[in-house]
């Protein structure tokens, strides 16, 4: 794709199998990608660092060393995140683990967006790409509800974004993958019963349920210059299962 190779960019959530797979798309573009995770960061051909995207301190330095041994950042794409591994109903669920779910989803979307605008504004311009979910546009099938809330937040984010960057060349777009077989949710998926699965494809156009490259595709597309025009947009990557004007 246009407009990627010699970038440079920052993936959060890069341990995970999405975030994995876009930061392995993005460095077979040609781009300089950097691996951001709490975890320890795996994919080939990129810078890793661990970092807590809740934690705003550190994500700034982060960002400010990036640019230091850089000289510019282009591109940002947002994908850490998770629905944690509580199912409570609402009048169950205690302050901090709606905390730590929105910290996680929310937070760390605007401490990473916070920390780089500055240097795309410096070199010019760049885009963003939040990850949602298909949570953020209807309900979670998990049931956690700060889960829901938060993804619906990373695309009002999104939009509120791209409003106030567009003046500085600074693109802000959203994918909102479905039911992906990725960490975790992969072990979700293989544990309902077959009729659940069966009925759950039966509302899937494409009758199959996402793999972690399908979401690399449409997050290289909002970065790359093919979406020059496009800002302030959130698009489905879930087989047709939600269908949104």
């Given at each position: 794709?246009?407009?990627?190779?010699?970038?440079?960019?920052?993936?959060?959530?890069?341990?995970g199998?999405?975030?994995?797979?876009?930061?392995?798309?993005?460095?077979?573009?040609?781009?300089?990608?950097?691996?951001?995770?709490?975890?320890?960061?795996?994919?080939?051909?990129?810078?890793?660092?661990?970092?807590?995207?809740?934690?705003?301190?550190?994500?700034?330095?982060?960002?400010?060393?990036?640019?230091?041994?850089?000289?510019?950042?282009?591109?940002?794409?947002?994908?850490?995140?998770?629905?944690?591994?509580?199912?409570?109903?609402?009048?169950?669920?205690?302050?901090?683990?709606?905390?730590?779910?929105?910290?996680?989803?929310?937070?760390?979307?605007?401490?990473?967006?916070?920390?780089?605008?500055?240097?795309?504004?410096?070199?010019?311009?760049?885009?963003?790409?939040?990850?949602?979910?298909?949570?953020?546009?209807?309900?979670?099938?998990?049931?956690?509800?700060?889960?829901?809330?938060?993804?619906?937040?990373?695309?009002?984010?999104?939009?509120?974004?791209?409003?106030?960057?567009?003046?500085?060349?600074?693109?802000?777009?959203?994918?909102?993958?479905?039911?992906?077989?990725?960490?975790?949710?992969?072990?979700?998926?293989?544990?309902?019963?077959d009729?659940?699965r069966?009925?759950?494809l039966?509302?899937?156009?494409?009758?199959?349920?996402?793999?972690?490259?399908?979401?690399?595709?449409?997050?290289?597309f909002?970065?790359?210059?093919?979406?020059?025009?496009?800002?302030?947009?959130?698009?489905?990557?879930?087989?047709?299962?939600?269908?949104?004007?």
């Amino acid at each position: 794709m246009t407009g990627i190779s010699g970038a440079v960019a920052v993936v959060t959530g890069a341990a995970g199998d999405i975030g994995r797979a876009i930061t392995t798309a993005l460095v077979a573009e040609g781009a300089r990608a950097w691996a951001l995770d709490v975890r320890e960061p795996d994919a080939d051909g990129a810078a890793g660092r661990r970092v807590d995207v809740t934690d705003s301190a550190a994500v700034t330095r982060t960002f400010a060393e990036i640019e230091a041994a850089e000289g510019r950042l282009d591109f940002l794409v947002n994908c850490a995140g998770g629905p944690g591994a509580r199912r409570d109903p609402i009048d169950r669920v205690p302050d901090e683990d709606w905390r730590a779910v929105v910290a996680l989803n929310l937070d760390g979307v605007f401490h990473c967006s916070r920390a780089a605008v500055g240097a795309m504004k410096r070199c010019g311009g760049g885009a963003i790409v939040n990850i949602s979910s298909g949570a953020g546009r209807t309900t979670s099938r998990t049931g956690v509800q700060a889960y829901a809330a938060a993804k619906a937040g990373v695309i009002g984010l999104t939009r509120q974004l791209a409003r106030e960057l567009g003046p500085a060349g600074i693109r802000v777009n959203c994918v909102a993958p479905g039911l992906i077989l990725a960490d975790p949710t992969r072990a979700d998926w293989e544990g309902l019963p077959d009729g659940e699965r069966r009925a759950f494809l039966d509302g899937v156009p494409l009758g199959r349920v996402g793999e972690a490259g399908d979401i690399a595709g449409p997050a290289l597309f909002f970065l790359s210059a093919a979406s020059r025009y496009v800002t302030g947009q959130t698009i489905s990557a879930d087989g047709g299962a939600i269908m949104l004007g």
